[in-house]
C-alpha cells in the first residue's frame, strides 16, 4: 500500500480542530465490547466529567448520540416538539438557520426569527415575537459559529421562560471552552459535540437533558428510533449508548476529559480560552482597517470573527490567504462561505474567523497571528 500524502496542518478553523498528541495515541487503548462491564470504565467517568464540565450538576442527564451536534440537535426536535405545536427557532446566523432546517425536515411546524449578521438575539424583538406566536417550543443558537456571536443563555432562557415555553439550546461550538453553570441555565435540553471545543474527533453528538424534557418525551409520539431520548436516557442511565458506540473515540474522550478536569482544571481551560480571545481582540485593534465584528459583550471565546478592510475580495481570502498559509503548514478559515457570499453581494465588508477554541494554546495562537497578519498584510 502506498503512504497517505496527508498534510500535517495546524487547525485554526472553528472545528474539527487540533488534537494533542497525548489524545491522538488514546486511540490505541484497548477496543471493548458496549455491552461488556469494560464498557462502563469508559461512559462512567466520560459522563461523569461531561457533568462537571457542564456544571451540569443531576439537573441533566448526558447521552451520548452516535453522530455529530446535529443529531443530537434533531432528537432535541424530534422528541420535545409535539405534533400540533409551533417551535420558534431563534437565528442570528448560518447555525441558527441549521436548527430551522432540522425542525422543518422533521416535518414541525416552525417560524424562523431571524437577526442580522453578527448581531445577538435582540430580547425586544424576541419578546414581542414570543407574545404574538405563544409557540411551545423556542430553540436558538447559544454560540454562533459563523459571526462568532455569543447569546447571553440565562437570559434568552429566561425570557422564552416568561412566557411559558421550553427553550432548546444548541451548544456545539461553545462546550468545553467556555462556563455554562447549566443547572442555573434554564435550557429543557443542551446539545454540543466532540469535535470543537472539546477537541477531539468528530463522532458523538452530546445531549444534556432535564427531566422536564424527559417527562415531557413520554408523551410527545414519532420521535425515530435514535432520536428518541427517552429511549437514550434507558440507556445512558446505565453508562450505556444506545446504538454501538464508536470505541476509539471513547478511549479519547475518556483520556481527554480525565485530563481536562484533572490536570489542566476546568477553570483554567475556560480562562485560557477567554485569554486567547483577548489576544485576537487586541491583535485585530492593532492591525490596520481590520476591526471586531461581533459585538462587544456578544464576543464568543472560541471563534473570533475579524472585519476585513473595505475591497478584499473572497477570491483573495480563499486563493490568496488560506493557500499561502496552507503552505506553511496552518490551515487558515477565509469566513463562513454564505455569510461572506451574501456580504459581497450587499458590498459589505468580509468577515475571516479565527478559531480559538479547545486545546489551542495563546502560544500556538500567537504564532498563527503573526503568519496570518503577515499575508493579511500583502492584501
Ligand atoms: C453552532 C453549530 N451548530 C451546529 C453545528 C453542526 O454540528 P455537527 O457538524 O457536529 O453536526 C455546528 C457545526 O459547525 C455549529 O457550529
Known amino acids: 500500500m502506498s503512504k497517505p500524502n496527508f498534510a500535517p496542518l495546524k487547525l485554526f478553523i472553528t472545528g474539527p480542530t487540533y488534537i494533542r498528541d497525548d489524545i491522538k495515541q488514546a486511540a490505541l487503548l484497548p477496543e471493548f465490547g458496549h455491552r461488556d462491564a469494560e464498557n462502563d470504565l469508559r461512559f462512567g467517568p466520560i459522563r461523569e466529567n461531561l457533568r462537571k464540565l457542564a456544571g451540569a450538576g443531576d439537573a441533566y442527564e448526558p447521552v451520548l448520540f452516535l453522530g455529530s451536534g446535529s443529531t443530537a440537535m434533531e432528537a432535541s426536535i424530534r ?90 439550546v444548541d451548544g456545539v461550538s461553545i462546550f468545553g471552552g467556555a462556563d455554562l453553570d447549566l443547572a442555573n441555565s434554564g435550557a429543557a435540553m443542551y446539545s454540543t459535540a466532540t469535535q470543537k471545543s472539546l477537541a477531539l474527533p468528530a463522532g458523538f453528538g452530546i445531549g444534556f437533558i432535564s427531566r422536564e424534557a424527559e417527562a415531557k418525551a413520554e408523551k410527545v409520539t414519532n420521535k425515530g428510533h435514535t432520536t428518541d431520548i427517552t429511549k437514550q436516557l434507558g440507556r445512558a442511565r446505565k453508562n450505556q449508548t444506545l446504538t454501538t458506540p464508536n470505541g476509539t473515540l471513547a478511549n479519547q474522550m475518556y483520556v481527554q ?94 468577515v475571516i474567523r479565527v478559531g480559538h477554541m479547545g486545546d489551542i494554546t495563546p502560544e500556538m495562537l500567537a504564532e498563527y497571528l503573526v503568519k496570518l497578519e503577515a499575508e493579511l498584510k500583502k492584501l
Open 257 to 350: 476529559l480525565e485530563r481536562i478536569v484533572s490536570e489542566e482544571g476546568i477553570e483554567n481551560r475556560f480562562a485560557r480560552h477567554l485569554e486567547m480571545r483577548g489576544m485576537v481582540e487586541k491583535w485585530a485593534e492593532g492591525l490596520d482597517g481590520f476591526e471586531m465584528f461581533a459585538p462587544e459583550g456578544f464576543r464568543s471565546p472560541t471563534v473570533s470573527t475579524v472585519l476585513c478592510p473595505a475591497g478584499v475580495t473572497s477570491a483573495q481570502l480563499k486563493k490568496g490567504v488560506k493557500e499561502a498559509l496552507r503552505a506553511q503548514g496552518y490551515l487558515m478559515d477565509p469566513g463562513y462561505g454564505k455569510l461572506n457570499t451574501a456580504l459581497e453581494a450587499d458590498d459589505r465588508r468580509l
Open 79 to 168: 422528541s420535545l416538539v409535539a405534533d400540533g405545536e409551533t417551535l420558534l427557532n431563534v437565528s442570528v446566523g448560518a447555525f441558527g438557520d441549521h436548527y430551522y432546517n432540522i425542525a422543518v425536515a422533521n416535518g414541525k411546524k416552525a417560524e424562523n426569527l431571524k437577526f442580522d449578521y453578527g448581531q445577538a438575539i435582540d430580547m425586544v424583538v424576541l419578546d414581542a415575537k414570543l407574545a404574538e406566536l405563544k409557540p411551545e417550543v423556542v430553540s436558538f443558537t447559544h454560540n454562533e459559529t459563523s459571526t462568532g456571536v455569543t447569546n447571553d443563555m440565562k437570559a434568552v432562557c429566561a425570557l422564552i421562560r416568561k412566557h411559558g415555553a421550553m427553550p432548546l
